[in-house]
């Protein structure tokens, strides 16, 4: 069984689609890199080639929610996610990294009564930039900045008045990374860990007991959208992945920690999430 689920989500993250700033046309000249995970950094002198590097992931693992707008309760279950990120170095100076991702995310949670669910969705789009550092062949450190932007609902299946939560929200924040490359089991492998904390954004909200109705309908604004620092919607979201080599791709494994909070106009929210990644990385050469 536990074999038929890892083939599974190798399966979905071969379908996972790129994005569409990666996707290619027929006339693109495409070619498929056998040493996935070597440094970069050695094709920098081969101009007429663009480098990419594409990762296709899977996630699931324990979500923690709170919304005091639906619910003073906290619920606990499941969350799922579907993730495409593309890195591909700057032509005009390749030390720089440009990463775009695709986040699809979907909970499910209960209270501990067990008397009601929370169901939410939530699709995120975030754009980086990063200098690399490479002190060594094994070692190399990636900093930068990083921007977000992400909607979404959370349902209630108990509320009768009120019973969804929207979600919109953009981030702007600090950005870094490290990879570490050894052999393992005379393969290349590649131990990579990021982080992201936004220190700056604005957000949607409704008041404490506004209704939707009054904000779409009446059109009763009252400081719905609001301006976040960390010290109101601290963020944090960071990820420790091991690469293995396989061929022409390689097998990503690994764990995906992302706290969100938020206080603002007197409403609660936070979402804890702990998830198991696996995934499958590519690198490209496009002329």
């Given at each position: 069984m536990q074999k038929r689920l890892i083939y599974l989500l190798l399966?979905?993250?071969a379908l996972v689609p790129t994005g569409l700033w990666a996707q290619t046309t027929a006339a693109d000249d495409i070619v498929v890199d056998t040493a996935v995970l070597e440094p970069v950094r050695r094709y920098n002198d081969r101009t007429p080639f663009d480098v990419e590097r594409r990762v296709n992931m899977v996630g699931i693992g324990a979500a923690n929610l709170l919304d005091t707008?639906?619910?003073p309760e906290k619920y606990r279950g499941t969350d799922v996610r579907l993730s495409t990120q593309v890195y591909r170095w700057w032509k005009k100076n390749p030390a720089w990294w440009l990463r775009h991702q695709n986040m699809f995310s979907f909970q499910y949670a209960s209270p501990r009564a067990d008397n009601s669910n929370f169901m939410g969705a939530e699709y995120s789009y975030s754009f980086a930039m990063r200098y690399e550092w490479t002190p060594s062949y094994n070692w190399s450190?990636?900093?930068?900045?990083e921007g977000e932007v992400a909607v979404g609902f959370l349902y209630s299946t108990r509320n009768t008045n009120n019973p969804a939560q929207a979600k919109a929200r953009l981030n702007i924040g600090p950005s870094v990374a490290a990879a570490f490359r050894f052999p393992l089991f005379r393969r290349q492998a590649v131990v990579r860990y990021e982080a992201y904390a936004p220190l700056l954004g604005v957000m949607f909200s409704p008041n404490y007991g506004q209704s939707y109705y009054e904000i779409f309908t009446r059109g009763n604004y009252d400081h719905n959208v609001v301006p976040?620092?960390?010290g109101c919607a601290p963020v944090l979201r960071h990820q420790l992945t091991l690469d293995i080599a396989l061929r022409r791709f390689?097998?990503?494994v690994g764990y995906m920690g992302d706290m969100q909070q938020a206080s603002v106009n007197?409403?609660?929210y936070h979402s804890y999430s702990h998830l198991l990644l696996i995934g499958l990385v590519r690198k490209l050469h496009r002329r």
């Open positions: 399966y979905i993250c707008y639906l619910s450190v990636e900093a930068g900045g976040t620092t960390v390689a097998l990503r007197n409403l609660k």
